[in-house]
């Protein structure tokens, strides 16, 4: 071959190849992967293959190093609680390309600075364990993040999850759903440019979520917060910054605190060398209960040489919700604009003291939300998982409830079987209209001729979901709970529909 034609062929050869680099992981190696003695030599391996659709697997065992990649790549793992990778420092850092990570447990020993940071999304990720004093359980970027846990001691200053805007290419949007974040400081948000939006998620924490400069969406989701002497910071912030304005919607929360501390807090910016910048709160079908000021507006101004005095306002837009109006501080140019609808009531949880915060019969907050349908956009479920407009009361009328859950009418439970052939994994939902009874034990059955065979029995997450990683054999698989007696009443028997594999 000539060099004109070497160099014809070589052109049009295109880059190379992406390519799966494997970590303890057996089958990996046998479905053509290439094996990698650690974490941190397969991201090497990949940075080093020049191409952006390299895939890392991690197989089913503990790791005791991470591994930063600097080449954008797809980590996964076995699944949460089977893949485990412990280190120091930031134990995994995919902050350089927005890849991806999922099915995988992280576990922070004290001395690390951030469980899991990436400037793209993530799911079904877990981190538990301790911090150091100033530290970050999780952290994403734009793109779609779902299933998070982040489960943190809370003697220190850690955030759960922060969304940040990404180092490399324009602001984009971010969301983040079906999560629970425990941790001093629940959740951090600032992404100027762009949207970010929380839904379907529990927030626990001393302070909660502080929503910086951007356009933030936090919706069917609760919030609960228990101040200390260590530090206080509102349940639920718009602070802008010299970043740029703070831009919150709040639709459909729970918002709970101690007694003590604040529930919705605005806050504005202003400097006469970088700009002056308002922060409002949108506030509907929201509760907010237990704090000593429910809702708190710091305005500032700024004196410019030129046009006198610049008032930037901090306002708070509330209609359709729970919170007491006696209990709202205003500082400097700040406004509260109480639409229609707005209650001072007790929304009459199930059990507050239990974190069992849907509304008991009789609450004055069942059929008193926003009147209006669905935005377009918005989450069709609450928090539970139950469609967001359903007739709570049974008069007739379909109106959303103020809250994160909406009152299920008394019907039989569903129970829901998928298997996912690629991901060999059995998942399903437990469907309850009694609060206690999506907490339960779900038994899989590959059904036969004869006595079925117990795949194996799992416990439900708090939103009734549950998943069995697990290769399945051709054949009918059924998931079942049995009828047993709760607090809250009768938790009644459910099939699944059979699913056939194979």
Do not use: H
């Amino acid at each position: 071959m000539g060099l004109a034609a070497a160099a014809l062929f070589l052109s049009l050869a295109g880059p190379a190849q992406g390519a799966t680099f494997c970590v303890e992981d057996a089958e990996c190696v046998a479905a053509g992967g290439t094996a990698q003695p650690t974490l941190q030599a397969a991201f090497n391996a990949a940075n080093a293959n020049g191409n952006d659709s390299d895939r890392v697997k991690i197989g089913a065992t503990t790791l005791n190093a991470g591994g930063i990649a600097n080449s954008l790549v797809e980590v996964i793992g076995a699944g949460e609680g089977q893949t485990t990778i412990t280190g120091t420092g930031k134990i995994i850092d995919l902050n350089v390309r927005p890849s991806t990570i999922k099915d995988l447990s992280i576990v922070m020993d004290g001395n690390d600075s951030t469980g899991l940071e990436t400037v793209g999304p993530a799911e079904n990720v877990t981190v538990t364990g301790t911090s150091s004093i100033v530290a970050w359980g999780i952290v994403v970027g734009p793109g779609m993040s779902s299933d998070l846990t982040v489960d943190l001691a809370m003697d220190d200053l850690t955030i759960g999850l922060g969304i940040v805007p990404p180092n490399v290419g324009a602001p984009a949007d971010a969301v983040v759903e079906d999560s629970t974040i425990s941790a001093p400081m629940a959740g951090m948000v600032t992404l100027p440019g762009a949207q970010a939006t929380l839904r379907r998620s529990a927030f626990d924490g001393i302070a909660g979520l502080q929503a910086g400069s951007g356009t933030i969406l936090v919706e069917d989701s609760t919030i609960r917060t228990a101040q200390s002497a260590q530090f206080s910071a509102p349940a639920l912030a718009a602070e802008s910054s010299f970043i740029g304005a703070s831009n919150l919607t709040a639709r459909n929360l729970t918002i709970v605190g101690d007694g003590t501390g604040t529930g919705l807090s605005a806050k504005s910016y202003c400097s006469n060398q970088n700009g002056f910048y308002p922060a409002t709160i949108t506030a509907r079908s929201t509760i907010v209960r237990g704090f000593a000021t429910d809702l708190q507006l710091t305005g500032t101004s700024c004196d410019t040489l030129t046009s006198g005095l610049q008032n930037v306002p901090a306002t708070i837009d509330i209609a359709d919700s729970i919170y007491d109006p006696a209990k709202v501080t205003e500082t400097g140019p700040a406004s509260v604009n109480a639409g229609a609808g707005n209650l001072n009531v007790d929304p009459l949880f199930t059990d507050l003291a239990g974190g069992d915060l849907t509304l008991s019969p009789g609450s004055q907050a069942i059929e008193a939300g926003d009147p209006a349908g669905l935005a377009p956009g918005e989450s069709p479920t609450d928090l539970a998982g139950e469609p967001r407009v359903i007739d709570s009361d049974g008069d007739g009328t379909a109106i959303r409830d103020i809250g994160a859950f909406e009152v299920v009418p008394d019907v039989e439970r569903s129970l829901t079987l998928t298997y996912s052939a690629k991901r060999r994994l059995f998942q399903g939902k437990l469907g309850a209209p009694v609060a206690a009874c999506r907490l339960d034990e779900v038994d899989v059955f590959r059904v036969k001729v004869g006595p079925d065979q117990l795949i194996r029995s799992v416990e439900t997450n708090a939103r009734g979901k549950f998943f069995i990683p697990k290769r399945a054999s051709k054949g009918k698989y059924q998931a079942r709970v049995v009828s047993r007696e709760s607090e809250a009443g009768t938790c009644l028997a459910a099939k699944s529909p059979k699913v056939r594999v194979g």
